[in-house]
Every structure is written in C-alpha cells, then in structure tokens.
C-alpha cells in the first residue's frame, strides 16, 4: 500500500486522542476504545494440515512456502475484548484492500471476518486498518529457521517465542506469546499500543493458557 508508513504515523498519533486507554473497557464495545492491540500470525503449516489444499485462496497449495502469514489484528482490553463493534456504515471491505493484502493475508473471507469483528473497533475505516496490520505485519523479523525444512529446537513454547525476540530485539518476553493447540504450534501474538510502539500484552494473551504445555511440534514449510 502506497504511503503506508506516513499514514501509520499519522493514525498512531490519532488513536491516542480517541478515548483514554485508562477508560476504555468502561465504554465497551465503543470503535476506538481500546486498550493496545494484538497482530496475530498464524503458523501456515499447522493451518494446512486440517484445510482442503484447493482451497481458492492458494494459501495451502503445493507450490506455496508460506510460514506466518497475518490472521488478524485484535483491539483488546487489558482484560477481554471488544468485538462487531456498531459503525455508522455496513463494515464492507473494497476489492482492491483485498486484493493488495492478498500476499500476506490470503484469505478474502478471512480479511472480510476480520474487520467485521475485530477492524470496526479499532475507530478506522478498512484501508486505514488494514494499512496498520501490514505495516506492523512487516515490523516482525521471521527467523531464518522458522523457514527451513527442519525446525529442529523448535519444540516448546519457550523456544519458539525465544527464536522471535532473538530475531527482534525491540521485543520483550511480556510483548509475546505463543498458542497451540493439540501440542501443534498455531500462532504467535506480539502486542502493540495504540501508539503502534511495542506494548506489553494483557491477560488475555496468558502463555498458560494460550500453550499450556512444556513440548509442542512446529510443522515444517513445504519444501
């Protein structure tokens, strides 16, 4: 997306004036309150082991590679979320978001999920959400041997979330957490403020409760 970068800067500096953060779950459900955000990215492999591989969005064909790919951005409260927050327009997403986010967000039933739910509380409209995502999207440094076949020493969550925040040293242990599901890794989570600048997560992100387990498997990408 053309200028993303100065029109992040610029809505960084606009979430801050919309409802104090101190005072947002207070106002539940309201677009724009909200407490930090959550970029979600999802472990590719792991999603392809249960999805049909034809599925239209090419995410799971054989001749994909994909590792993280973006499954969402969350507003959060410290504590819970709000979700289908009330806009004063239907939360349609254009074809032409869809189609520039389509490398790393393949999926176009998934990004029309996403801003229904969790876009329309974020107080910006589609372009300017998902402008956000991409651009912290593209923040994260994905190790090199997240890409490998092998993701051999990849197997707890400790070992995962240490191979991120050694790759982004801007990151602390509190801005990261892993989930897993079956003892399979499925995503990671790195929190921001609203201010986009890294934030520390809330109890919703609990590692106990998100991979409450000492080993998991991380599926290798396609060759």
């Known amino acids: 997306m ?25 106002v539940s459900n309201m ?9 979600v990215l999802s472990w590719t492999p792991s999603f392809c082991r249960t999805e049909d591989p034809s599925r239209e969005d090419g995410q799971c064909d054989s001749r994909s590679r994909h590792a993280f790919l973006l499954h969402g951005l969350w507003p959060q409260y410290e504590k ?16 032409e978001i869809i189609e520039e986010m389509r490398d790393v967000m ?26 956000v995502a991409r651009e912290l999207y593209e923040r994260v440094n994905i190790p090199a041997r997240f890409l490998g076949k092998e993701t051999g020493g990849l197997n707890s969550p400790d070992a995962v979330q240490r191979a991120i925040l050694d790759a982004n040293p801007w990151l602390k242990p509190e ?40 080993k998991i498997t991380v599926p290798p990408v396609a060759p």
């Open 31 to 39: 677009p724009g309150a909200f407490d930090y955000y959550v970029l």
């Open 175 to 214: 801005m990261v957490a892993v989930t897993c599901r079956r003892q399979t890794l499925i995503d990671i989570r790195i929190c921001f403020g609203r201010d986009l600048f890294p934030h520390a997560c809330g109890a919703n992100e609990d590692q106990k409760r998100l991979c409450p387990v000492s």
């Open 106 to 131: 393949p999926s176009k039933g998934l990004m029309i999920h996403e801003y229904r739910v969790h876009g329309t509380c974020s107080g910006l409209d589609p372009a300017q959400y998902f402008g």
């Open 80 to 95: 819970g979320w709000p979700e289908r927050c009330p806009t004063e327009r239907r939360p349609f997403v254009p074809e």
């Open 2 to 26: 053309k200028g993303t970068t100065r029109l992040v800067q610029a809505l960084a500096t606009a979430a801050c004036l919309l409802v104090p953060a101190r005072d947002a779950q207070a």
